[in-house]
């Protein structure tokens, strides 16, 4: 018998400047929903966001993926 996950969204689109608070605050969003038995989305994560979230290594936990732009070629 499996039991329905719920989904804490959180929208990121305010986050202007993120730095590591920000980051340090959504593992602990992410630590606290999984706590209560819930997944975390991020939505509206800006590219600043995702790159930091990347850089210190909670990319996985946090299950987010940067996409990168493919090269341009002159």
Known sequence: ???ATETV???C???RE???A???GL???RLAARREGCELELRNPGHDLL???VFVGLDGCLGV???RQPEQRE
Do not use: Y
């Open 1 to 3: 018998m499996s039991m």
């Open 9 to 11: 969204i959180l929208d």
């Open 13 to 15: 689109a305010r986050m």
């Open 18 to 20: 993120p730095g590591l």
């Open 22 to 24: 920000a980051v340090d």
């Open 27 to 29: 593992a602990r969003a």
């Open 51 to 53: 790159e930091l979230i």
């Open 65 to 67: 993926e940067v996409k």
